[in-house]
């Protein structure tokens, strides 16, 4: 998921993500939504939307999809007139369940996709799409609703269509994943491409009265009085682009602020041209601020409105940071480097806070600061962009959102907004994890403490911090919300606050085992088994796999509990059988789906039950072959079904078991082999875990030629390492990485793995400089996949002196809750109890250092012998 992505998922509940409309009150929905269903129709929903269909209907698997847009005011009669329509026809559709769904379905950080669409309607051939268009349109006239992006307008009216799946079918695309996906011509699945811009696939028939329509916006082209060239985005957001553009008349770069009516609403329900002109009025009121963009026009192209700008030159304050200027981006950074370090982040703290102090002194609060919105200019100069959300410090409206990590619910009036998102830009500037503060208030002293301990700053910088931020709040910081008493169960309500113990910081065994014995508590204690969609609160990604997966489902949950020697309670083991029985889970891969649903099942003594799981997993698996859309990779992929497949054949002595596996291992050794997503590297999605699996054969079989071919696998990985100071990082679409899913932890495992059975120089220097990738001393996230617990883990596997340190910095990421223990999750804004971004994958990862064994304790991952010793 993008980080984008992950506000939606916040809405609901204040402590985890959850499924957006998963706790909304059922007086809130729309009338349609509750009332008895007609005669002859069926009904459903899920969280988001309300499906209506007739009986005895039966629709085609894929076809043109009416979207009809609709405004967040005129909502509800828009759904009850085209439902009234719908009825008349018996055209199937699905509505938006109710306002609070509307409204995040068009906030500013909603996928700008779906954006707008408030019905679709699903016409089961051209004749009656052609009737639909024809009757809805008079019917919808007068009404507004935001442009939907992926779509074609239906003259100038509320309707869009886009050629799509009308229901679930998969493939893989290009790099490996699973996606939905259509029939072409000649029968066979493609990937569903869901672009931002209206295309049609090469091979669909265009109805006629389409083809007139589609030519006519071909035909559009850019105003002529518009006389700006874009040359690139600069940010998306589903208000709107930024963009950088030149000017054809004089040559001057300027940015272009686009705003699109009716959409990027706000939780006041205000949309992005409203505050389009709130910045325009701000940037007059402003001119002549050194640190302020100049505001050259305001115009309206079509339906869109734009700002010009004075084009800024420099890099954003957080790419300024974490391009290598930060100096605990490496392992054991210098004095000198720290002490430079420190001396240009007071010098930002210091303009900063000069920049508010001018802005206040001009009764205009900026309502926005974080380090996406100051610019680093070459010469060291900040300067301050995107002055939507300021406001009039004498009466004006404060914004309806901020940016996580720089905003408290007890300050969001007058200069306080300012003031606080100015205390948590001075800790980020040296340790960027003001999003804990949200969750748990403790975490500001204890962050400051560890910055000013880290950085040397002046006696008392920690303390002054601490009590800005408290000032800023009303004199005491606010409990954060995993500070709450709340059970975790999605409903977000909570009761009282408990003040906790001390976080403790896992340096000695007895504080390991501890925080270990915590994290397995509130892991149980967070479990919602009245849920069908989810047993364990974890990333939303989750919500796309049935809850069962183990990567963020229950399985990798169970999976941790049972290793590390934490009971799992029946009804958890029970919950995740009834879940792998349905007919809707899919997936049949290792970390996505049913292979490792049958693993978890297996490790808590289900083994009947485990093997019927598995034999479903592989009858997927063998559909999926035949249509090929099957890759290669650990994740979801033939090496990690190869790797279980193995599993069990030992476990349960099967030998038809190991041959599977080993004819899994002959498609590697055939010319080409099984596909990898294109440019993946590391352990999930590339080289790293066909490795693993590779090795695995030789161990099963005491053949060399699998380690031969490990060794290919392991050197596509690592012909795409980037040596530096940091040490050797896999580098994936231009991104250099350390983490276990596809950066250097990840590879150092696989590399070790080989170098068991083929010592080899080229490969032991590689996982030398592997290690000293996995050793730096910040990382932004805790995790198993994407943050520090998979280092942790991969050091475990060697005998490197930088496992301590790594686990002792785990303290800068751990939280309270309900006074135990908690892990936020991916992006930090929630917490997690997930395999790959929360408190299992932590508790694998202490195990693992724990142990001190040489092991990853990741699952099938670690070393099983010899073949002389099997």
Aim: aromatic residues 8%; charged residues 25%.
């Amino acid at each position: 998921m993008r980080p984008a992505d992950y506000g939606q998922f916040c809405e609901t509940d204040p402590v985890f993500y959850d499924q957006p409309g998963s706790g909304d009150d059922a007086a809130d929905l729309y009338p349609p939504a509750t009332r008895p269903v007609p005669e002859g129709w069926e009904r459903s929903r899920d969280t988001v939307w309300v499906y209506l269909h007739p009986e005895g209907t039966t629709l085609p698997d894929q076809g043109w999809k009416v979207h009809v847009s609709g405004s967040l005011d005129e909502a509800p009669e828009i759904i009850e007139t085209v439902l009234e329509f719908c009825r008349t026809e018996r055209i199937s559709a699905k509505f938006l369940a109710g306002r609070e769904t509307v409204l995040k379905a068009n906030s500013k950080y909603a996928p700008r996709g779906s954006s707008g669409k408030l019905l679709t309607l699903y016409p089961r051939d051209p004749d009656e799409l052609r009737r639909l268009l024809d009757g809805l349109t008079p019917l919808l006239a007068g009404r507004q609703g935001p442009y939907i992006l992926s779509d074609l307008r239906w003259r100038e009216s509320l309707l869009y269509l886009r050629y799509g799946a009308f229901r679930q079918l998969y493939c893989l695309d290009e790099q490996g994943r699973t996606v939905s996906a259509l029939r072409d011509a000649t029968g066979t699945l493609v990937p569903d491409l869901r672009r931002p811009v209206f295309s049609v696939p090469e091979w669909v028939e265009i109805p006629d009265f389409l083809a007139e329509q589609i030519a006519a916006r071909g035909r559009q082209a850019a105003p002529e009085d518009f006389p700006y060239d874009i040359e690139r985005a600069l940010h998306f957001s589903n208000g709107g682009g930024v963009y950088k553009a030149r000017d054809r008349r004089d040559g001057r770069t300027v940015v272009l602020r686009e705003a699109r009516p009716l959409a990027g609403l706000d939780q006041h329900g205000a949309d992005a041209v409203q505050r389009l002109h709130r910045e325009a009025d701000m940037l007059r009121r402003l001119a002549g601020l050194d640190f302020v963009p100049q505001l050259f026009d305001h115009l309206k192209v079509w339906e869109h409105e734009y700002l010009v700008e004075e084009f800024i030159d420099g890099e954003k304050l957080e790419r300024y940071l974490f391009t290598g200027r930060h100096p605990l981006l490496r392992a054991e950074p210098t004095e000198a480097a720290l002490a430079e370090y420190a001396a240009t982040a007071l010098d930002f703290a210091g303009q900063l806070t000069a920049m508010l102090r001018t802005l206040h002194g001009h009764g205009v609060a900026f309502g926005d600061l974080h380090p996406g919105n100051v610019m680093v200019r070459p010469d060291g100069r900040l300067a301050l962009v995107d002055f939507e959300l300021a406001f009039d410090l004498d009466g004006g409206t404060p914004p309806g959102f901020g940016a996580p990590g720089f905003i408290s619910p007890a300050a969001r009036t007058g200069k306080s907004i300012d003031d606080y998102a100015l205390a948590c830009m001075r800790l980020f500037l040296f340790l960027p994890l003001t999003f804990l503060i949200e969750l748990d208030s403790g975490k500001a002293a204890q962050l400051a403490e560890a910055a000013a301990d880290r950085f040397g700053l002046p006696a008392g910088w920690a303390a002054e911090l601490v009590r800005d931020l408290s000032a800023a709040t009303g004199g005491t910081l606010p409990p954060g919300a995993a500070e709450r008493t709340g059970v975790g169960g999605g409903t977000g309500s909570s009761a009282g606050t408990s003040p906790g113990r001390p976080l403790p910081v896992p340096t000695t065994p007895a504080d390991r085992r501890r925080v270990m014995d915590e994290l397995a508590e509130g892991i149980l204690a967070a479990a919602t088994p009245a849920r069908t969609d989810r047993l364990y609160p974890g990333d939303p990604e989750q919500f796309n796999r049935a809850g069962i997966d183990l990567a963020h489902g229950a399985s990798g949950v169970i999976h941790a509990l049972a290793t590390v020697g934490y009971p799992v309670p029946k009804e958890h083991v029970d919950w995740l059988l009834r879940a792998a029985r349905d007919p809707k889970v899919v997936r049949p891969g290792l970390y996505d789906g049913l292979h490792g649903a049958a693993l978890a099942l297996d490790q808590v003594g289900c083994e009947a039950e485990a093997m019927d799981v598995l034999a479903r997993a592989r009858k997927l698996t063998g559909h999926r072959r035949q249509l090929g859309v099957f890759g290669a990779d650990l994740a979801g992929g033939l090496a990690g079904i190869g790797l279980n497949l193995l599993h069990f054949a030992d476990r349960h002595a099967d030998p038809g078991l190991a041959e599977e596996a080993l004819a899994i291992g002959e498609e590697f050794a055939a010319p080409g082999g099984p596909p990898l997503g294109k440019g993946r590297v590391g352990l999930l999605h590339g080289g790293s875990g066909v490795a693993l699996f590779l090795v695995r054969l030789y161990e099963h079989t005491g053949q060399e030629r699998w380690l031969d071919l490990a060794e290919g696998a392991l050197a596509r990985d690592l012909a795409s390492t980037r040596l530096d100071e940091k040490g050797l990082l896999l580098t994936q679409d231009n991104q250099s990485t350390a983490y276990l899913g596809s950066g250097s932890a990840g590879a150092v495992i696989a590399v070790r793995a080989l170098l068991r059975h083929r010592p080899d120089p080229r490969f032991a220097e590689a996982a030398e400089q592997l290690d000293r990738a996995c050793a730096a001393e910040f990382f932004l996230m805790p995790g198993l996949f994407e943050g520090r617990a998979g280092l942790i883990c991969a050091l475990a596997t060697g005998d490197s002196p930088h496992l301590d340190h790594q686990v002792d910095r785990l303290s800068w990421h751990l939280v309270r809750h309900q006074d135990r223990v908690a892990v936020p999750g991916q992006q930090l804004y929630r917490l997690s109890t997930d395999l790959a971004t929360g408190a299992a994958g932590v508790l694998l990862a202490l195990h693992a250092a724990s142990t001190r064994k040489g092991v990853s304790a990741l699952p099938l991952l670690d070393h099983r012998g010899t073949p002389s010793s099997r």
